[in-house]
């Protein structure tokens, strides 16, 4: 991985589940949907306008890979997406996929509130769970 100092907050490093090759995507640390994710542009640019066609192309994919994982490994149904790049000015999507039932893992019942009025105010889980939550993601195989 090159050098991602820009995007240090969401900790690529430790929270990577695929890198592909413009794109990172990592655990979010505030979980309000289990499965949460930020997708990180690599490349340090301000604007979604700014991004080059390349990278565009390439985003496509990522969501391809990253819905058909929710769906296998967790049951989603639907997805949502938002880039608000408010406090961090850099492109990057913050993807929540969303349910119709409780899912349990990792001895906690994930409840999909059917909002996202929680977003800011989720508790940012413990570095453990989230490496737990990673794995759980990265084992997943495309067939």
């Not at 149904?77 to 000015?89: C, S």
């Not at 999909?112 to 737990?132: G, H, P, V, Y």
Request: glycine share 2%; aromatic share 14%; hydrophobic share 40%.
């Amino acid at each position: 991985m090159e050098s991602l100092e820009f995007m240090k907050k969401f900790k690529p490093n430790e929270l990577c589940i695929k890198e592909f090759k413009y794109w990172i995507v990592c655990v979010r640390q505030k979980q309000p949907t289990l499965g949460d994710v930020v997708i990180l542009l690599k490349r340090e640019t301000e604007s979604v306008s700014g991004m080059l066609p390349e990278e565009g192309a390439e985003f496509p994919e990522v969501i391809k890979w990253y819905e058909k994982l929710c769906h296998e490994k967790f049951g989603a149904i639907k997805f949502n997406y938002i880039i608000m790049m408010m406090h961090d000015p850099f492109v990057h999507y913050h993807a929540f996929p969303r349910y119709d039932r409780t899912i349990n893992l990792f001895d906690i019942e994930w409840d999909d509130k059917n909002t996202l009025s929680n977003f800011a105010s989720t508790e940012t889980l413990k570095d453990e769970l989230l490496f737990k939550i990673r794995d759980y993601m990265k084992e997943y195989e495309e067939v």
